[in-house]
């Protein structure tokens, strides 16, 4: 090939090459650029051999260093840095420098390439990879807050019902004493009628219906503890006088009494309320079969009912076994029997549920006791607002 092909055939190479390639001297004056330098920079290959490498890039430390320091590093890596058109727009480049020598002067070369699309690109992924990370830690509190209800309800659920069997457990037990002596009760009824012994008869039915009402009471109990568990308390409010709720709790509450007990009902209310009747009823039940139970024989019991314009007061006193002092503060526990209750029946849950009934309805309740002299329980039940009660009248 002659010299003058030879020349030729290098410049096509060197026109044909991917990257940009840039020369330029120690005055930083361009001597050579190939075409892609042109069409990435937009100038005519004329145009670039009349500047200084300098006009290409924003900044020019990074070229100038370069020649400073061209002698440490013959080959730099890769640097990015921010290229300018011709129109003034800047844009990335990579570039990477070296020194060659000619002709006993150095000159500077740079390998570079427009990396406005990677660039582009990276961008893409970092924001999709952020808006991607805050997807996750979004989904992640998410999550912990499902699991954390989930653990909760299932602690609540687990805990219902560790109370559902020790209160079947208590409750089978309690079951017993009531059931055999409803057997015996019917056994000696079928004896009595054939004697047709008229009042005997009465006693033991008197005596079978106290029984079933216990029964009851504490399946009762079982379904309130798990609506109070759940919070799921709905009030039925209804109209009616107290009187007749006391008169229904005195009729089933007098088999029960022992041999000579006392049972006085004071009532100095006999307007109209609204409330929510098997509430009130459930209260009063659970703090009067208490004082006749923890009452011997011979005892009195007295239950007054007051109210006023906004409340209603109810006080259950008895004469009998009293509270312990030093178990009086564990009194409204669930489950707790105080010592001197052990010989008595019970499962330890009536006030528990009483005292959950009356924090629900914004109530309070207190007691006085003294061991061996006696009790007296104090509730007080806010009456129902005007507005409940008229939504319920229309
Ligand atoms: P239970 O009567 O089934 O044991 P309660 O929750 O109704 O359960 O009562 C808890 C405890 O409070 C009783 O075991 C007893 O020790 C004590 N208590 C409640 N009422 C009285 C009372 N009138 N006199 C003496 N002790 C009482």
Not at 301 to 307: D, P, T
Request: net charge positive; proline share 2%; with cysteine.
């Amino acid at each position: 090939m002659e010299l003058k092909e030879k020349i030729a055939f290098y410049k096509v190479c060197f026109d044909s090459m991917q990257a940009g390639i840039l020369v330029f001297n120690n005055e930083r004056d361009i001597v050579l650029a190939n075409i892609p330098i042109s069409l990435i920079f937009e100038y005519s290959s004329e145009e670039l051999r009349k500047f200084k490498a300098c006009k290409l890039f924003k900044n020019c430390g990074v070229l100038k260093n370069f020649i400073i320091h061209s002698d440490k590093q013959k080959y730099k890596t890769l640097v990015e840095l921010i290229g300018v058109k011709k129109s003034g727009q800047e844009f990335p480049v990579e570039v990477s420098f070296g020194k060659i020598e000619y002709e006993g002067k150095p000159y500077f070369k740079l390998l570079l390439t427009d990396i406005s699309l990677r660039k582009k690109r990276e961008k893409k992924i970092k924001s999709l990879n952020y808006q991607l990370e805050e997807e996750v830690k979004l989904r992640n509190i998410e999550l912990e807050q499902v699991i954390e209800k989930l653990k909760k309800s299932l602690s609540k659920e687990k805990e219902l019902n560790f109370l559902k069997t020790k209160f079947i457990a208590l409750a089978s037990h309690e079951f017993k004493t009531p059931l055999s002596a409803i057997l015996s009760s019917t056994e000696l009824m079928a004896k009595y009628a054939d004697l047709n012994n008229f009042k005997k008869r009465n006693e033991h039915l008197n005596k079978i219906k106290s029984m079933i009402n216990h029964l009851n009471n504490m399946l009762d109990d079982l379904l309130t503890l798990e609506n109070i568990e759940s919070g799921e308390i709905n009030l039925n409010i209804t109209k009616f006088n107290l009187n007749d709720l006391i008169r229904d709790i005195y009729k089933n509450s007098k088999p029960l009494l022992k041999k000579n007990q006392q049972l006085t009902f004071n009532n100095n209310d006999d307007k109209e309320i609204y409330h929510d009747y098997k509430i009130i009823t459930i209260i009063l039940t659970n703090l009067l079969y208490n004082a006749i139970k923890y009452t011997n024989e011979d005892g009195s019991i007295k239950v007054e009912i007051k109210s006023n314009k906004k409340n209603i007061y109810f006080t259950i006193e008895d004469n009998g076994i009293g509270i312990p002092i030093n178990e009086q503060n564990l009194i409204f526990a669930r489950f707790f029997r105080a010592k001197n209750a052990l010989y008595y029946p019970g499962t330890g849950i009536g006030l528990n549920i009483v005292k959950g009934y009356i924090q629900n309805l914004n109530g309070a309740i207190s007691f006085e006791s003294t061991e061996n002299k006696g009790t007296i329980f104090k509730v007080q039940l806010p009456k129902l607002n005007t507005y409940e009660q008229e939504s319920i009248t229309n």
